[in-house]
């Protein structure tokens, strides 16, 4: 019974494998944009109430203008590719939050945050370029929902490494090492 669960488990990850337009790779996606959007926009709009953005300063302009560049040639990219509705449910949104950390990041669908920390770092407006292009990346590469899904598949192997390490009838135990793979698999979406 355990055997055949872990095998029915492994055949819906395989069949939740996509091609994902924008880097033409296999990626584990259980989560369709319609799904996953939503959620990032309600999770993005309570973060933005409690950390208002900072507004009408050259930085705050810049990160706004240079976003928009960037997703236009993303949008422009698409379009010479013939999938100009790839881009469709998107939201983009760039926002300058007072935060010391040295950070910036990307919700699905576009909403994207600077921190306040990290523009000693960009220095300039080809830095944040840069880094502006790194975060659009992560949304058209669909790395959210690629966490996700690897979440759902640690979620079932931590059920399954549950299971299958009680107690057996002669009061041995089983180890499961799947789960440690794939926590150390989840961050491979970083190295874009």
């Known amino acids: 019974m355990k055997k055949l669960s872990l095998l029915t488990f492994l055949l819906c990850c395989c069949i939740a494998c996509k091609v994902n337009q924008y880097t033409g790779k296999k990626t584990l996606n259980f989560f369709s944009n319609e799904k996953v959007f939503p959620v990032a926009f309600n999770e993005y709009s309570s973060f933005i109430s409690k950390n208002p953005p900072v507004n009408n300063t050259t930085e705050s302009r810049q990160i706004k203008v240079i976003g928009q560049k960037i997703t236009a040639a993303a949008q422009a990219y698409f379009e010479h590719k013939g999938q100009a509705k790839f881009l469709k449910d998107y939201a983009w949104e760039y926002n300058l939050i007072q935060n010391d950390q040295k950070n910036a990041w990307c919700m699905p669908g576009g909403k994207i945050v600077f ?78």
């Open 115 to 192: 921190y306040t920390g990290i523009l000693p770092i960009a220095k300039t407006p080809d830095g944040i370029a840069a880094i502006m292009g790194h975060e659009v990346a992560h949304a058209l590469a669909d790395h959210g929902e690629h966490r996700m899904s690897a979440n759902a598949i640690k979620t079932g192997l931590d059920f399954i490494a549950a299971k299958s390490t009680e107690k057996t009838t002669r009061g041995e135990t089983q180890e499961n090492p799947c789960s440690l793979w794939l926590w150390e698999s989840t961050w491979s979406h970083s190295s874009i």
